[in-house]
């Protein structure tokens, strides 16, 4: 059974920092790509960031490119977001999913999906 569980949301204040983890388990992973989505408060879900298994590239959302950063842990077959300088724009549930196609920005194509975790983002 495939599962990918999202943690380390919470509320923090603006310019400060958080860090989401994506723990993936169930299958191998390797030729996956990783992402990163957002939702807002009644908003549509939004590409923030992604990343492969194997390889450097990565892949940002312009509104988060400078301030978040993707990473990976193959060993613990874990995903990193470091959010940075955040700002209450940022506040929204923040969603880990894996899939294999490479238009990384389009949720749509995502195989698998975790439940979320809550970000918000005070002023």
């Known amino acids: 059974q495939v599962q990918l569980v999202e943690s380390g949301g919470g509320l923090v204040q603006a310019g400060g920092s958080l860090r989401l983890s994506c723990a993936a388990s169930?299958?191998?992973?390797?030729?996956?790509?990783m992402g990163w989505f957002r939702q807002p408060p009644g908003k549509e879900r939004e590409f923030v960031a992604a990343i492969r298994w194997s390889g450097p590239l990565t892949y940002y959302a312009n509104s988060v490119k400078d301030r978040f950063t993707i990473s990976r842990d193959n060993a613990k077959d874990t995903v990193y977001l470091q959010m940075n300088s955040l700002k209450p724009e940022d506040t929204a549930v923040y969603y880990c999913?894996?899939?294999?196609?490479?238009?990384?920005?389009?949720?749509?194509?995502?195989?698998?999906w975790g439940q979320g975790t809550q970000v918000t983002v005070s002023s």
């Open positions: 999913a894996a899939g294999l196609n490479p238009v990384v920005q389009n949720y749509d194509l995502y195989d698998y």
């Open positions: 169930g299958r191998t992973f390797s030729t996956y790509i």
